[in-house]
């Protein structure tokens, strides 16, 4: 079983909103780090947002005020709500984990999923 599956991705227009989850058959998020990444073709893969294990959420400039980190701990499951989408927001949408708190991320540490498409169009 694959530890941490996406979903949700799509197409969708400029202006327009997406839901992303993440399925967590594995990482308690009392003790992991869970963050959403982003992989754009031929650019380095780019941290959109984190949630603590204490609940704290941090996002990146780009999309602060338009996505949303969520998590359902009964039913172990990450999202990512994403409002006023841009044609820049497509991307592969990655969710992960690493243990402890966000402050010891190390993508050479992390657990990813195998991601979900999203593109959006002007």
């Known amino acids: 079983q694959v530890p941490l599956v996406e979903s949700g991705g799509g197409s969708a227009q400029a202006g327009g909103s997406l839901n992303l989850s993440c399925a967590n058959s594995?990482?308690?998020?009392?003790?992991?780090?869970m963050a959403w990444f982003r992989r754009i073709p031929g650019k380095e893969r780019e941290r959109v947002a984190t949630i603590d294990t204490d609940g704290t959420t941090d996002y990146a400039e780009s999309v602060e005020g338009r996505f949303t980190i969520s998590r359902d701990n009964a039913k172990n499951t990450l999202y990512l709500q994403m409002n006023s989408l841009k044609p820049e927001d497509t991307a592969t949408y990655y969710c992960?984990?690493?243990?402890?708190?966000?402050?010891?991320?190390?993508?050479?540490?992390?657990?990813w999923g195998q991601g979900t498409p999203v593109t959006v169009s002007s």
């Open positions: 594995r990482y308690s998020s009392k003790l992991y780090c």
């Open positions: 992960a984990a690493v243990y402890g708190d966000c402050r010891s991320w190390r993508n050479e540490r992390a657990h």
